[in-house]
């Protein structure tokens, strides 16, 4: 069975990703994109579902393991009777087709090793036919095809359904394997020099992670976190997918079983606002473009998620031929956020655009005519009710946070409009931003308690009420926001965490529970430096950064009565909390 969602590590190529567990097993891996059907599946089952193992033949986990420098090149190492052993994961950025590197290394004695590769395309679903060439294992089924190369000397066969391989590695010798995928009509791939790709992996990523501009006390976690931000970014488009994984679930045995592999635009916007923040301004130029023709066409017709390559057809679908992770169904892919109108992405888009032209991009006419569309379209329709930021399948409510980032929308682009020069109807924006912020003075708050509630007329709490305080809206001496951050500190509170809303909350459809948001958590954190109270602000962001893997790596939530993390890993949203929260704390310290 799979392991623990933590004991998973990430290695990817930019335009998709693979998760490594601690026993050697790479248990999920979608080929040629994030969002294309898996060949390895086990995560979401067993070894039977799409596995590959390669460790020591007497099996277990690994002694450690870590990322060699600042790089997705993932080094475990067993320290076993026999000796020690080291493998070495990764993908090369890719120039053709993807490719999955795996180089064992002996450290010291003789130990005895096992491969296990069991491809199974389609979500597991698609036991491929599986050939001999003469230098390779060729698996095929329908589009796809997977070849394994392997070095001379070593053996493999068949066995049970998978391809199995015996050998012996001694200090200073090394073993290499390379799976490459590609389409099934096409000729024998290229080979492929390990050793080579290694050095082009690791020096491609280290000249990358030079340019952060982060130096302050946390950079190993903002570092590594910026890493991963960068690593959900899909290359050839620009898109930037929200998590590498479907369907880990947000509560173990629960229905809270999503799939992340698409453009969210609040956390595009979002994980481009960290990689702005961290020095990386390429990432932002490419998602802008791929917003442009992204959201072609009517604004009214926006939606909140797209493909990697901005496709937005993403029908949701139950895998009933899978058992889940831990027996979690049902397991879904695609998602139907699709359908959903979320008001709030209006104000992320339009405040990355913002941060992009701080930041010294130059705002292009094209981009300017869109914030222009987008406003006029939410000009229209900031008074309706939504889906909101948390995706509620039940009815649809005037959430508070989605009202705030109407005014963000408005605000910024007024500032835009400020810096630029650039035509805009500047009075009917000022007009609309005075507007939102007198409608949720006036209806987000519950007058006998003071503070904001998740939506109007309602009394309940919501996290994403602290954007009051983090986007702007008020001052965090207004006597509100206090209350407001106090109120969701206590009464969201989670082991010392914090959920997104109360666990029986009306606005949520769903049956069930789920663990703390660490996302939430980090804005916690940065509500209470921001009230003035750094002290303890620092002590809630250590203890997340505490939940972090041994590789540094943060799923959706956390739980802390089994005191393991839950949903989609790693998650773009925790790991751009993980380093707003980093400079924020800085910036308040200096």
């Known amino acids: 069975m799979a392991g623990r969602i933590e004991d998973y590590a990430l290695i990817g190529d930019l335009q998709t990703a693979a998760l490594v567990g601690r026993d050697g097993s790479v248990d999920w891996l979608c080929l040629p994109r994030f969002d294309s059907p898996s060949c390895f599946a086990g995560l979401l089952g067993d070894g039977r579902h799409g596995a590959w193992r390669l460790g020591p033949a007497a099996g277990g986990v690994c002694t450690r393991r870590r990322y060699l420098d600042d790089s997705l090149v993932l080094e475990s190492l067993w320290a076993t009777p026999d000796g020690t052993v080291r493998v070495l994961d990764f993908m090369p950025q890719r120039d053709r087709v993807p490719q999955l590197v795996r180089i064992v290394e002996g450290v010291s004695g003789a130990v005895p090793m096992r491969g296990e590769l069991r491809l199974r395309f389609n979500y597991g679903r698609v036991d491929p036919w599986v050939r001999r060439t003469e230098h390779h294992r060729v698996a095929v089924a329908g589009p796809d095809s997977a070849w394994l190369r ?3 000397g070593v053996h493999t066969y068949g066995q049970d359904g998978s391809t199995a391989s015996d050998f012996t590695v001694s200090a200073g010798e090394r073993v290499s394997f390379v799976l490459t995928w590609q389409p099934s009509h096409m000729h024998a791939p290229p080979r492929t020099d390990p050793l080579r790709a290694l ?6 990523w280290q000249l ?11 950079r190993r976690a903002v570092l590594r976190s910026l890493i991963t931000l960068k690593a959900l970014a899909y290359e050839p488009t620009g898109g930037i997918v929200a998590a590498p994984t479907a369907s880990l679930p947000e509560v173990l045995g629960g229905e809270r079983n999503w799939d992340y592999r698409f453009c969210w635009l ?9 990689l702005l923040r961290g020095g990386f301004r390429e990432e932002a130029a490419a998602w802008r473009k791929w917003l442009l023709r992204a959201i072609a066409g009517d604004p009214g017709d926006l939606q909140a998620v797209y493909g990697v390559a901005g496709e937005r057809g993403l029908p949701e679908v139950e895998a009933d031929w899978l058992p889940g992770y831990g027996g979690s169904t049902p397991v879904r892919f695609g998602n139907v956020a699709v359908r959903q109108l979320q008001l709030d992405v209006y104000g992320e888009v339009v405040d990355t655009m913002y941060l992009a032209l701080r930041a010294g991009i130059p705002m292009e006419r094209q981009v300017w005519s869109l914030l222009r569309i987008l406003m006029a379209y939410l000009e229209k329709h900031w008074t309706e009710p939504d889906e909101g930021l948390w995706e509620v399948r039940g009815a649809r409510r005037h959430f508070v946070h989605s009202k705030v980032m109407a005014w963000v929308a408005a605000d910024r682009a007024l500032k835009m409009a400020e810096l630029t020069g650039l035509p805009a109807p500047v009075e009917r924006w000022r007009e609309m931003r005075d507007a939102v912020h007198a409608d949720v003075l006036e209806n987000g708050v519950d007058r006998r308690r003071g503070l904001f509630v998740q939506h109007y ?11 009051v305080l983090k986007s702007g809206f008020l001052p965090p001496d207004d006597p509100r926001v206090v209350r407001t951050v106090d109120a969701v500190r206590t009464g969201l509170d989670h082991g010392g965490l914090i959920r997104r809303y109360p666990a029986a909350s009306r606005a949520d459809s769903l049956r069930g529970t789920e663990g703390a948001f660490l996302a939430c958590s980090f804005w916690l954190a940065d509500s209470l430096g921001a009230i003035g109270r ?17 590789v540094g790596l943060l799923a959706e939530e956390w739980d802390p009565q089994e005191r393991r993390q839950l949903g989609n890993m790693p998650q773009a949203f925790s790991h ?3 380093v707003n929260s980093a400079f924020e704390l800085a910036a308040r310290a200096a």
């Open 150 to 152: 392997v070095p001379p």
């Open 199 to 204: 050095a082009g992996t690791l020096d491609g």
């Open 208 to 218: 990358w992670a030079s340019g952060c501009r982060y130096d302050g006390e946390w």
């Open 266 to 274: 609040r956390d595009s916007s979002l994980t481009l606002s960290a």
């Open 457 to 467: 007329g309602g009394r309940e709490l919501d996290a994403a009420t602290l954007f």
């Open 534 to 550: 750094p002290g303890e602000a620092r002590e809630l962001f250590l203890r997340l950064v505490s939940l972090g893997n041994d």
């Open 576 to 578: 751009v909390a993980l």
